[in-house]
């Protein structure tokens, strides 16, 4: 889910670094050249197309600074593009501007979109019935679970397949492009993590038929084809595990037999942020056959210290099975000095990752960015 809605950001504690000390305790890491391959250490950005390019270049020579690879620039939220796109409202083509200033500072480029919502008014009037709907019958176009952007595309559908294909391989397109992020690639969530359920005056003591996706007539025929049910007919939804392999399955499907080929194809890295909470999002990702995977361990959302991040990074390893690397991703506005970043970022270590990934540059103020110099020095 969106980050910054759903967090109350509470003041700063602890006692950290201060930024004279860590000056003089370690020195910047030198510019090199691009990192062939996967990046250990990336970071999340919203860029503004209102900056010039000297804007940009400013900024990554910057977060190149504090030793990190990559940028994870966000280039589709769910309406206008910022990338050219051929049946896509682009507001307008950002990304081919950052692609080669990114470069120019020693960076990768993985463009972050969004997967599942779309809030584009054309779309919604054109095609309302590629929307995914809840277990009362409310499609999530004109039903909203949470915040006004949730309006999820059914993951089921050929013709929303395709259209979200057709971004991935736009983007594959661009021939500079190291690789292609995805985001939201999933359903709504049944359950929110148990920290943002008070910012809606909820309480998810069990799944609710308003957050339960998806019942579209798609899904319902497929799933009655299949074994003979209705979906509308089950009973006791949340223990049937049929019906939850089924939408498991959906989303899995899209990426893998649409998502990925369409990056591979043109030898694109493709790369997700995931839930630790998958079940409760449907996105069963350790089935995903992305290239690396970044799970968002945002340990307040979930009410947990800081040590829960190396737990879930460890439990994540174990689910895949595999050798796909693992960054664990760190919300910045739960990590308020340098010392809990450091501690984070241990705990990651300890736990299995590869490297992490910060959310987001925006939120990085001079003392913190001093932290993630430090920390990355001493990896």
């Known amino acids: ?132 709907v809840n277990r009362k019958n409310e499609p999530a176009h004109a039903h909203l679970a949470y915040v006004d952007y949730y309006k999820f595309l059914c993951p089921r559908k050929t013709d929303v397949r395709e259209f979200v294909q057709h971004r991935v391989k736009a983007l594959a397109n661009i021939s500079d492009l190291d690789g292609i992020h995805l985001d939201y690639v999933r359903l709504p969530d049944v359950i929110l993590a148990e920290a943002l359920q008070p910012n809606y005056n909820i309480v998810q003591d069990q799944e609710y038929p308003e957050y339960d996706y998806c019942y579209c007539k798609t899904c319902r025929d497929a799933y009655k084809d299949k074994s003979g049910i209705d979906p509308m007919e089950i009973q006791d939804p949340a223990n049937d595990k049929d019906w939850y392999q089924f939408r498991y399955d959906a989303v899995v499907d899209m990426v893998n037999d649409y998502l990925v080929p369409a990056a591979r194809n043109k030898d694109k890295l493709i790369t997700a942020a995931v839930f630790p909470n998958w079940e409760s999002v449907r996105q069963q990702w350790h089935k995903f056959d992305l290239d690396a995977f970044l799970p968002m361990l945002y340990q307040g959302f979930y009410n947990e210290d800081i040590d829960w991040i190396g737990a879930e990074t460890k439990k994540a390893i174990g689910r895949l099975n595999n050798n796909k690397p693992i960054y664990s991703g760190m919300f910045l506005p739960h990590l308020k000095t340098p010392a809990e970043l450091e501690k984070a970022v241990q705990s990651a270590k300890d736990g299995g990752a590869k490297g992490f990934a910060l959310f987001s540059y925006n939120d990085l103020n001079e003392e913190m960015k001093e932290g993630v110099r430090s920390v990355i020095l001493r990896q």
């Open 1 to 132: 889910m969106k980050r910054k809605k759903f967090i109350k950001i509470l003041g700063s504690a602890g006692i950290g670094l201060s930024i004279s000390s860590l000056a003089q305790s370690c020195t910047p890491p030198k510019v090199s050249k691009i990192k062939k391959g996967l990046p250990n250490y990336w970071i999340w950005m919203r860029p503004s197309s209102e900056k010039s390019d000297d804007d940009f270049k400013s900024e990554f020579a910057d977060i190149r600074s504090m030793g990190i690879e990559a940028v994870l620039p966000q280039i589709y939220a769910s309406n206008k593009a910022l990338f050219n796109i051929e049946g896509y409202e682009t507001e307008t083509p950002l990304l081919e501007r950052l692609i080669p200033l990114a470069h120019e500072a020693g960076l990768q480029i993985h463009a972050w979109m969004w997967t599942m919502p779309c809030n584009n008014p054309r779309i919604i009037s054109e095609h309302p019935d590629w929307y995914a």
